[in-house]
């Protein structure tokens, strides 16, 4: 089902109706919305004749087509509709958009678009009416090279090719100056009462920009933003600049809410609550006075939820059911109607309470459409004109039925079929109790190409929808139904496949047929709500039509139909119903009309009496834009219709038990002891129910009741917000706990921090959280807190790491690297303890200078690695050594020759008093070893690289060097290498130091020398280190050289500035990206073998992120880089 309609997504045609303020709709991701809102656009998807080749659908829609029909005779026409017909030549644009300028005017606008199959636009062209789409002209925009017209907003086209927006204040008599946007110009969002404020949003860049001046002037707002950004919500937030973000931490790269005021470059200006902290990527909605976002790992999926703009708390579900996505369906009568998804691929409805925080099942099992980018959609529909009624597709044992609620979603009902066909026979499923109407919504319209269920804000009662009788939802079957009566009673209108309208605020529908291949010459209306049609002719031949549409708000009498060609472009005709409906309406031709739940017992619908003044139907008038339609509203008195049963609570024989996994003598929310808290009978009050008074509530409403001492429950701890299991040694280090249910004010709460160190004991939630401690050594640390009280006890821990602060490091790099052979590198470190040892969970980032196109660095535990070099030449490595708290980074040259000679000289042993056993120490020795060479063998300095190895033994390894890096052959180095060997055989080798050098006078004496070139790969077992990151006096290494000398080292030890920029803590739980998946040479690593298995030990239902896992990961290497 998924492939067959990611096979049509190309081949359909779009037409989008816009109102006065053209806003980008869709939100996309974990938490996201399916609210349709009367003052956001209307988009209709409408099917091009093209996907009717698909033979897959072919079986279904011939079905259709050929299916006997009994309809009901069509009376004549009794007058002559006005028509105009346009044709857009450009045939290579499959999709348009269509704007009513609105106010009373009569302007509109239809931006066709070629879209290609990857999404792009690469044409567009702009067509403008000023008689309701009698005649349709082009639009001459601002000279450019090249137009491509993306999408327009109230009267604002964007152009991203050119990065520019085109400005109009008159519908586009004339343009303003063109003005170049800051940012690509792919979503505009506009301020919803600052009518010359809007935002512009790039996708690709990930940037905010704001004008306040109609785009004359812009102002960067953001920088790694997503495409979840709002506006304030008027009467909610108090101040209107507020704009409401997803942004991404620069440093830990993971999503945060933002909230952001005018001027926005304040510092102060922009917060983020610290109680959510990091959240799932493109899960934030902001939607009336709620804010939601979601948080998730391996284990849970939760959902947060700020009311009011108050702080963001968990939301709760019934408890043995585990939602992992969500899709807010409502939330505008001040309680949250909600879809969501559980590991089963199931999806329930739930209904909120006031706060959003606490939900109750609604419906089981409905039908829902995964979304490619990410979230689902639910079958769902509002009723729009009707406050509080739903329909929805509900999925069980392989059949879908239809269900409607007229109270948000606390009881839902099937919908009662029609008694007879359209020519008056009686449907025979009627008596059977089985045979209901389904309906054809949102899935159907989607995979079958059905035409979309219809109401009107401003023709309320009024329903079309395509639809099937019987036991379940017909996939090949589909009939037009109608209900005058917001859902109660059907009547069947025709049989098979129809597109449709409502024109004049309920003044009469427009149907048009369709057959298999959606060609159509003539219309079907009715004035009369579907008891009588009448038939128009609009063409001599038939039309491939795509939409059938009119002017949202739906106060006009015109209708515009919309067909395509793919060899003619573009037709447009236009058909005004003012002659139809010559007479206008008078107060006589309006009767009172109430939505009703058929199943209620009193008049009310969700505590109020609503009256319309409806057109009665046989008052064939025209109603016109200028008669709005107002309602008189009564509040009712409460009864038991009004409630619904409690969070924790279930219907069971009409009453609310509760549920098996609640207790119903603990409070659900926070309830310090001896403060008074409502306690529930099991019911609640539907949060967008508005009755009052009335003797149910003595039996429903919740009583005052003292809050009781209550067992602690849900411990968490955590350090700077997060699980994260590493800390830096020394350091002060503030933890956290949190606790989710029971009583803190009279709770003691007792820490360990698995040191030598003594518990700290605390009464009182506020006094116990946050605590600081500090580690003095590195080591695998358990943290622990045990809360008790009168009524019970609670524990939780935190496993962590501490290491120490990495302040510097040592390289040792090979001093005469052969091209074809191994040379050795190894990096030793500094830290900012006591400790400088090996360390462990460090992890190294090597790359050597010959890496390939696309070839990875290579990362590994060890820190002595090996490399060969294939071609002679000047390489630069690279190194950067990371653990959980911090990393430090060298480069440094490497040079590889073609050819050398490798000598081995061993020293006497009163040598090893002179040359302390330390890096610095060895560097030096080496170059006194080479100054003596270059003075006993006459010859240049660069011929000589020299490297003294560790160890109690003085041992120098020299390396003869060619004349030309590159060759491969240099007769020179046996000339050396002879003159070498022969001045050891007269006693001549020896490193004599002066007073100067040393402090005093001293001779090395060489007694070995060996020709190690064929025994050794070159560096093995000897390197020669290179001092980075120390920032700090080397007292660490005390050696016995002189002042001059260890200045002049000094210089070589310079600071790095840079840093690797990917990378992540490994308590963070992320993969690392670096690491080859086709990589299995090497075996797994583990960087922390004791903790393979351990897991945050946490009380009840309160599950937590496993932090410490046996992959090898990044280390934090941005937050702890050492900058000298």
């Not at 200006?269 to 902001?286: A, G, Q, R, T, Y």
């Not at 496949?497 to 009715?526: C, H, P, W």
């Not at 005709?573 to 010559?582: G, M, R, T, V, W």
């Not at 890496?851 to 090996?866: A, F, S």
Request: overall charge negative; hydrophobic content about 35%.
């Amino acid at each position: 089902m998924a492939q067959l309609r990611r096979n049509l997504c190309y081949q359909f045609v779009n037409i989008c109706v816009a109102c006065v303020i053209f806003r980008s709709v869709g939100i996309t991701g974990k938490v996201h919305s399916i609210q349709r809102d009367v003052h956001e656009p209307r988009t209709v998807d409408l099917r091009s004749s093209d996907w009717m080749r698909d033979p897959s659908l072919s079986q279904y829609v011939s079905h259709l087509g050929n299916r006997v029909r009994r309809n009901a005779p069509k009376d004549p026409p009794k007058r002559q509709m006005q028509v105009s017909e346009t044709h857009l030549p450009h045939i290579n644009h499959n999709e348009a958009i269509v704007h009513w300028s609105g106010k009373n005017s009569s302007t509109m606008f239809i931006l066709t678009r070629e879209r290609k199959m990857d999404g792009t636009v690469v044409d567009s062209a702009l067509w403008r009416s000023t008689n309701y789409g009698s005649d349709f002209s082009p639009v001459t925009l601002p000279t450019l090279d090249k137009k491509i017209i993306l999408d327009y907003y109230k009267l604002v086209f964007t152009d991203a090719t050119n990065q520019i927006l085109l400005r109009t204040t008159d519908e586009g008599v004339s343009f303003l100056n063109v003005h170049y946007v800051p940012v690509r110009p792919d979503i505009v969002q506009f301020h919803p009462t600052l009518d010359d404020s809007f935002l512009v949003y790039s996708e690709a860049e990930r940037k905010l920009a704001l004008t306040t001046d109609f785009g004359q002037s812009w102002e960067y707002i953001a920088t790694e933003v997503s495409s979840r950004f709002y506006w304030a919500i008027p009467e909610i937030d108090q101040d209107l600049t507020t704009i409401h973000m997803e942004a991404l931490d620069m440093v830990t790269g993971q999503s945060i809410y933002r909230v952001c005021h005018s001027p926005y470059s304040e510092e102060g200006n922009c917060k983020e609550p610290k109680e959510l902290n990091f959240i799932d990527v493109d899960s934030l909605l902001v939607q009336n006075e709620y804010i939601f976002a979601q948080k998730s790992n391996q284990f849970y999926s939760h959902l947060y939820v700020s009311h009011k703009r108050g702080p963001f708390e968990r939301a709760y579900f019934p408890g043995d059911m585990n939602p992992v996505d969500f899709s807010v369906v409502d939330s505008d009568q001040s309680q949250v109607f909600i879809a969501a998804s559980h590991r089963s691929r199931i999806v329930n409805l739930y209904l909120s309470d006031v706060t959003g925080r606490y939900y109750i099942t609604s419906l089981e099992r409905i039908m829902a459409l995964q979304k490619s980018e990410g979230g689902f959609d639910a079958d769902l529909y509002e009723v729009h004109g009707q406050e509080g009624t739903y329909i929805v597709n509900s999925f069980d044992l392989n059949s879908t039925k239809t269900y409607i609620s007229y109270d948000q979603g606390s009881h839902w009902h099937t919908l009662t079929p029609p008694l007879k066909y359209p020519n008056g026979t009686k449907i025979s499923c009627h008596k059977s109790d089985d045979c209901r109407l389904h309906l054809h919504l949102q899935f159907s319209s989607y995979i079958y190409g059905y035409s979309f269920i219809l109401s009107e804000a401003n023709a309320p009662g009024m329903i079309l929808a395509q639809g099937s009788l019987g036991s379940s939802l017909a996939e090949a079957q589909s009939d037009l139904f109608y209900s005058g009566d917001g859902g109660i009673t059907w009547r069947m209108l025709y049989e098979g496949n129809y597109g449709f309208t409502i024109i004049d605020q309920g003044g009469a529908m427009v149907i048009i047929q369709l057959d298999s291949k959606r060609q159509s010459k003539e219309i079907l209306y009715s004035c009369t709500e579907g008891h009588s049609f009448q038939t128009h002719t609009f063409k001599n031949q038939l039309l491939r039509v795509d939409g059938i549409l009119n002017e949202p708000g739906i106060s006009s009498a015109v209708v515009s139909i919309f067909g395509h060609d793919k060899d003619a472009g573009w037709t447009v005709i236009k058909l005004d119903f003012s002659s139809i409906l010559s007479r206008s309406c008078t107060d006589a031709d309006f009767d009172d009309w109430k939505p009703l739940d058929h199943l209620a017992q009193h008049q009310c619908l969700l505590g109020q009496s609503i009256v319309y003044k409806r057109r009665k139907p046989d008052s064939e008038c025209l109603i016109g834009p200028e008669r709005k339609n107002s309602a008189v509203i009564t509040l009712c008195e409460c009864t038991e219709e009004d409630y619904e049963c409690d969070f924790g609570y279930t219907s069971e024989n009409g009453m609310c038990v509760a549920a098996s996994w609640f207790d119903p003598e603990e409070p659900s929310g926070k309830c310090p002891e001896g403060k008074p808290y409502m306690k529930s009978k099991g019911y609640r009050k539907i949060a967008s129910d508005k009755c009052q008074n009335g003797t149910a509530r003595e039996k429903y409403e919740p009583v005052p009741t003292e809050c009781p001492v209550m067992s602690p429950r849900g411990l968490v701890i955590t350090h700077g917000g997060t699980l994260s299991a590493a800390v830096e040694s020394g350091k002060n280090i503030s933890f956290e706990l949190m606790q989710s249910k029971g009583s803190v004010l009279s709770t003691s709460y007792t820490w360990s921090f698995g040191d030598s160190s003594s518990n700290a004991s605390f009464v009182g939630l506020t006094s116990a959280s946050p605590v600081s401690h500090s580690f003095g050594k590195r080591g695998q640390y358990t943290i622990s807190v045990t809360a008790t009280n009168a009524k019970g006890s609670a524990s939780a821990s935190l496993q962590i790491i501490v290491e120490d602060k990495l302040k510097g490091m040592f390289i040792g790099i090979p001093r005469g690297a052969v091209k074809g052979q191994n040379v050795y590198f190894e990096a030793e470190l500094l830290t900012i303890g006591p400790h400088t040892t090996e360390l462990s969970h460090v992890h190294y980032l090597w790359s050597f200078g010959d890496e390939k196109i696309g070839e990875h660095p290579l990362l590994t535990w060890d820190r002595i690695v090996d490399h060969t070099f294939e071609e002679a030449g000047n390489y630069t490595t690279r190194v950067e050594a990371i653990n959980d708290v911090g990393s430090v980074f060298r480069t440094f040259p490497v040079i590889v020759y073609g050819t050398m000679r490798i000598f081995e000289l061993l020293f006497d042993p009163n040598t090893n008093r002179l040359k302390q056993d330390t890096v610095l120490g060895r560097q030096v020795f080496s170059e006194f070893v080479k100054r003596s060479l270059v003075q006993v063998l006459n010859e240049p300095p660069q011929r000589f690289e020299v490297d003294t190895l560790r160890g109690f033994t003085t041992t120098a390894i020299v390396s003869i060097l060619p004349v030309i890096q590159t060759s491969t052959e240099d007769k020179s180095i046996d000339q050396i290498a002879l003159k070498l060997q022969e001045k050891f055989a007269q006693r001549a080798l020896e490193v004599n130091l002066t007073k100067a050098d040393f402090g005093m006078e001293f001779t090395a004496r060489v007694t070995s020398l060996a020709d190690v070139t064929h025994e050794r790969n070159s560096g093995s077992g000897g390197t020669n280190y290179v001092a980075v990151y120390v920032c700090v006096p080397l007292l660490l290494v005390a050696i016995f050289i002189s002042v001059l000398i260890f200045i002049y080292y000094k210089r070589m030890m310079r600071c790095s500035r840079h840093r690797y920029s990917i990378l992540h803590s490994r308590s963070q739980g992320i993969d690392d990206a670096l690491l080859d998946d086709t990589d299995d040479d090497d075996p797994p690593l583990d960087p922390n073998p004791d903790l393979t298995n351990q897991r945050l030990a946490l009380d009840d239902d309160d599950l937590a992120d496993d932090p410490l896992g046996a992959h090898l990961m990044m280390g934090p290497g941005g937050r702890g880089v050492v900058n000298c």
